[in-house]
Nanobody, 124 residues
Framework: QAHLVESGGGLVQAGGSLRLSCAAS????????MAWFRQAPGKEREFVAA????????HYADSVKGRFTISRDNAKNTVALQMNSLKPEDTALYYC?????????????????WGQGTQVTVSS
């Protein structure tokens, strides 16, 4: 059974930084697209960032471009999201997701595996 477990969330002041990590187990995700999504209270889940199997291709939501960086370590079966210059509107539950395909995607429905989420709260 494949599992994704997120960590690294917390409370941070606006302008601060956090680094989220996602540890995968139960199968090798080295050939999967990995992504981060987030969901704020009362809002739909939205795409944040995605990375292809090699790490050579990434895609970001416009709202986080230039502030967030997604990376992966296939040897450790992990993916990370470095978040800088955080804003109160970044407050959400952040989810790690995996899809067994080559092309990056922004639709949540295209991802087969999900973690339970880690809470990020940015105070103003």
């Amino acid at each position: 059974q494949a599992h994704l477990v997120e960590s690294g969330g917390g409370l941070v002041q606006a302008g601060g930084s956090l680094r989220l990590s996602c540890a995968a187990s139960g199968r090798t995700f080295s050939s999967y697209v990995m992504a981060w999504f987030r969901q704020a209270p009362g809002k739909e889940r939205e795409f944040v960032a995605a990375i292809n199997w090699s790490g050579g291709s990434t895609h970001y939501a416009d709202s986080v471009k230039g502030r967030f960086t997604i990376s992966r370590d296939n040897a450790k079966n992990t993916v990370a999201l470095q978040m800088n210059s955080l804003k109160p509107e970044d407050t959400a539950l952040y989810y790690c997701a995996a899809a067994p395909r080559l092309r990056l995607g922004v639709a949540a429905g295209g991802y087969d595996y999900w973690g339970q989420g880690t809470q990020v709260t940015v105070s103003s």
